[in-house]
Every structure is written in C-alpha cells, then in structure tokens.
C-alpha cells in the first residue's frame, strides 16, 4: 500500500479538494514586495503555501525554476520542502528516468535525500528506466502520459501499428508496471476529450492533471472526468493562474499581506468550483 | 554554426579520438584513498580529469549521481565544470524535458548559469519541448532517440502505424527542428545493427553513443558507424569500464596516483582502438 496515496486521498476526502498548488517560482515574476528579502524565491513560496495550506491537496515543487539558479535555487528548494505542513503532499515535478543505474540515483535524489512523497517521470526508455522509481511502494511515481502541451501531437498522439496512440500504450504498460498502488500518470486538463476514456482504461492509476489556468484546461471536466470511482485518486495542478494573481487595480500588490489575500482568494474560487462538482 | 560543434569536431580531428568520459561520479564505488578528502567526489573527478584530458573529446557529467546528494552534490558538479579544460566539450547528461516555459528554465540551468556546451534530452513531449533547448544556436542538444538499454524495446522499437519504429520517427523530427547544426541524437552503442542505418537516415547530426564497456557495447562498431562521412561528429561514451578500473592485484589502489596509472592506462587503450578504426 501506498503510503503517499493514503496522505493525499485522506486529505482529498476531508477537504473536497484536488488542488495541487505549483510552485513554479519565478524570481523575474515574483512580487515587488518580496524584493527586499534575501531569499525573495524562499519568501514568495512560503506566503503562497501560508495562503493555501488551508485548501490544498498537494504542492508541486517545478524543479526546472529551481535549477535555472543553480545552487541557491536549490537551497530555496530544500527551504520551501521545510515549510510544507505534513500532512500535505509534496511532489517533484522532475520528469527524470534513465538507464537503471542512472534512474535509481535520481530515485534517491527525489525520495530520500529530498523526502517527496512523489515525483514524475518520463516513459521513453521503458521499464528498466521506471522501475528504480516503482521500487520504492510508499511513494507515487506519475508517469508521463498524455501531456497538456501541444508538442503531445508529435509522439504521444501518433498511431501505433495496433491502431492505438502511444500514450494508450504507455498507460497500459504502466499500469501493469506499478506496484503497491504506487502507480500515475500525467494527463493534461487540455485534454478533456479524451480524459474520461483514459480514467476508464485505468481506474486504479493517480491521475496528475495540469494545464488548468494559464494553458486553458477546463476545471470543471477535469475534476469530473479525471477522478476514480470513489471521487478521489486525482490532482488537479494550477501554478500561474494561482501564484501570479491579477495585481489590483493601482497595478502592483502594495504589500505581503496584499498578495497573500490575493492568493489565498484564488485558492478559495477554485476549491469553491472543486467542490461544487464533486 | 554551433561554437560546441566546431569545438568537439577540432578536438576529435587533432587527437583522433571520440572518447566521451563519463562523470557517473557514486561516491559509494570511489576507491579508498579519496576517503581522506573534504570532498571525495570532486577529488575523483579531478583525478580523472587529469588522468584522461590528454585523450577526451569530452566529459559528460551524469547529474543523477550529483543529485542524489541534494546541494553539496551539485557543489562538486560546480567545482568538477571549473576544472575541465577550456578546449573539451562538456555535457549535461540530463534528459531534461518539459512545457515550453519549463524547458526554458532547464535551458538556462545547463547553458548559461552552468556553461556546459551540449545537454541531453527526452523527445516524449514533442517539438515545443525542446525548441527552447535549440534555441541556443551555440550549443549542442542531444535527443533520446535509441538507447542502450533493454527497455529501448517497449516503446523506442515499437512499430507506428507507417511501418517505422518510434526512435525512426523522432530521428527525422530531430533533423527538421535543429538549427545551425546544433542537433544531436543519443543512439545506445549496444544497437549496432540499427547503427549504420540510423548514421545514413541523419547524416548532419551529431552522434552520442554511450553502453561502451560495463553495457556490453563495441567500441570498434560505434567508431565505425557511428561517425559521419568526415569521420567526426560522433563521441562515444565510456563511464564505469573507466573510472572504475579494474583494482590491482593486492586488492585496491593504495594511492590517488595508482589509480590515475589505471585510469590513464585505460584511457590510451581506448584511444588507442579508437584511432586504429578513424
């Protein structure tokens, strides 16, 4: 049994909420406020997550806005992992896998050394790159399946010789890979036509979904179509449109305080819409 | 034109070599007297620097093995990059990938905050994927294509529905979306009966073949194969049949300048081999 499914389907049921909060922090965006500290990255992540604990399923770490600064970016990362609230579950939208070898040192990186509770991957060199992943039964591993971008014409949606997309074919593989319930893929809100055919092919599988927001998924039919039988085992991310709110009308947030209550309204409208479909 | 290109063509044409070193630095494989060191990783890979500049065409660090340790790893991958020689390539080895405004933050961790000239990448996503990776008209962009691992068979090698396998498809993408010459592939050294035909299908591509040595590779079939019609454009990957040289009889290195005698000794056979075939 998976323990980091346990975590995040408790707190799903409790809250009605699937909202995966994703700090893709970016210090050319972040608030004129937070410039005065010496971590604006460690300072603008910590409000957002004061703004939302109260309503979020997860936080989803981005670790490409980390990286990009080396490593005080990764100093911030490992900052920003202190300030999560327990109860709530952390994953590290990584998209690593390599040969075996290769692929168990990143699983080190992301479950032990960094302590997430989950992490995504991508599918391209098959099994033996995934499983260093799977191995480890107290964590969940979203696989790459039907992304949200529009890149995903150009391999994930292409026709295999069985007359199937690749992306069907990496959803029934990994469905058969995981183990202990530790199984889940990511599937674009994008891409709502065929999001409820890929929740049946795959009931028992954790569904990421991103592109809600800046990338124009629909919330509603994500929420609807993405979740499993019981209403739970689905996280819907939202990272622009949440963290970088609209500033009010005089043209920038004047204060901490001002962006927090601009966050923490957000979070509310779409918690608000969450519940209203499940 | 791509700078990296032209750096690691006038480098494998003087030394006639192809070899790629690979950084695969695990700090649980280093041999004892490193032990002795504040940081036993990076005293390695000077080590091997040292031991191999005179006959590498390049040095691939393999950012798992650095991760796996969270900051201070990356501390030594920092401190490894300010000790290879100016005239060697370097490569991220980071298949890295991801949305659009994601890839362009991984673009800038590996090109401009750490300098490497060329870094690897996974197709999975599609175009918008990795067009902010080649963008940087500079550098070298290595895309998964055919990899040296047994799980290339469950969706590499699976067939589309025109016939041709999946890494055929992302080999002619691949040729179409780079720019000024900066595409690359990574074709696995194990797939010598696919090689010829992959060189032939991609003639302007940049070629980086690892699964020499400890996958069971030939290094004479890559050398062969693998290079374009000038005899360049090609590196060949060797990490742990390298760094981790076999111990001498008594058991193990007694001293740092032991192991660079093997390291090195190794290196001049492989450039050796290498240089009958050129």
Redesign the interface.
Known sequence: MSLARDKANSRISSLKSLLCVGL?S?PDKIPAPFSGYENPVFEFNRTVIRATSDVAAAYKI?T??Y?????PG??DM?KTLGVIPEAIMTIA?A?????????R??A??FF???SFDAVTV?????????EPFFAYEDKLVFV?CL??????????E????D?TP?YR??LG?VSSWSRSENGGVVVGATKSSQLGEIRRQAPGLFFLMPGVGA?GGSLDEAVDLGVDTDRQSALINVSRALIYPEAPASGSFLSIDDYERAVAEEAKKIHDAMRRVL
Chains 1, 2 share one sequence.
Do not use: C
């Open positions: 893709d970016d981005n490409a806005f990286e990009a600064r080396g490593v990764l100093q490992e939208d998209k690593r896998a390599d040969i075996g070898n290769t692929s040192k990143y080190q990186a032990d050394h960094w991508a599918p391209y060199m098959g099994f033996d790159s995934l790459l992304t949200s971008n529009e890149g995903s014409a150009d391999f994930e292409q026709l295999m010789l007359g690749l074919s990496v593989k990338q």
